[in-house]
């Protein structure tokens, strides 16, 4: 089955240290994104990339860092320069910036 | 600023039927989308939207004016699973994706 992947579905950290998501996708789509939700407010863009070795930072990059060696993954990293980063973080995929999104299953990040 | 607005929540009876609105100010357009998200779980893509007018889909259509920035999403038939929220967002000139705060719908039976 197609899809997109993430995991844990479920993360704890202590407050100080860095932590990363994980973000898998088999659907052979270019484009990847991370997204943050809170509550009461929309989705905001983290980072995006649109190639393999290439990302761009979103509305909200600082304090997070991300890779893309390989097409199918996008893993996201969670620095201690964060300051609230307790939320529900989605991972989403496109065949290009111009077509819909796909999401993974997310994960919910407490950090402690 | 890019700003979308929709109802925070809304209530209907299962068998009725809803419009969930959305207005939008962005920096150019490049269609609008609704996406379902029941509580916890990942969004799923609804409708698309790109020139004025209705698209029909099953139970669910959505309405595009982008002279007035408005779409709503009408739901038909409402079914209990239909309780979830309904988020709206739209491609700007860059064709990075604005999110609304997105609709709590509450189906009672």
């Known amino acids: 089955d197609g899809g997109i992947t993430q995991s844990p579905k479920y993360l704890f950290r202590k407050e100080g240290q860095n932590v990363t998501l994980s973000c898998e996708q088999n659907?052979?789509?270019?484009?990847m994104y991370w997204y943050r939700q809170d509550p009461g407010q929309g989705l905001r863009l983290i980072y995006y990339s649109q190639i393999v070795n290439d990302f761009q930072k979103g509305d909200i990059a600082e304090g997070y860092s991300v890779s893309r060696e390989k097409k199918e993954s996008f893993p996201l990293t969670v620095t201690s320069a964060q300051k609230n980063p307790t939320a529900f973080y989605l991972c989403a995929s496109s065949t290009g910036v111009a077509n819909e999104q796909f999401f993974g299953p997310g994960t919910r990040l407490t950090v402690l | 600023g890019q700003n979308i607005d929709q109802p925070t929540e809304m209530t209907a009876t299962e068998g009725a039927i809803v419009q969930i609105n959305c207005t939008y100010q962005t920096s150019g357009f490049n269609g609008l989308f609704w996406y379902q998200q029941h509580a916890g779980e990942a969004p799923t893509f609804l409708s698309y939207n790109v020139l004025d007018g209705l698209e029909e889909k099953g139970r669910f259509s959505s309405f595009l004016s982008r002279s007035k920035g408005y779409s709503y999403l009408l739901l038909k038939e409402l079914q209990m699973k239909d309780s979830a929220s309904y988020l709206c967002a739209v491609r700007d000139s860059n064709y990075q994706l604005i999110w609304g705060a997105g609709t709590k719908l509450i189906i009672k039976p």
């Open positions: 659907l052979n789509h270019d484009a």
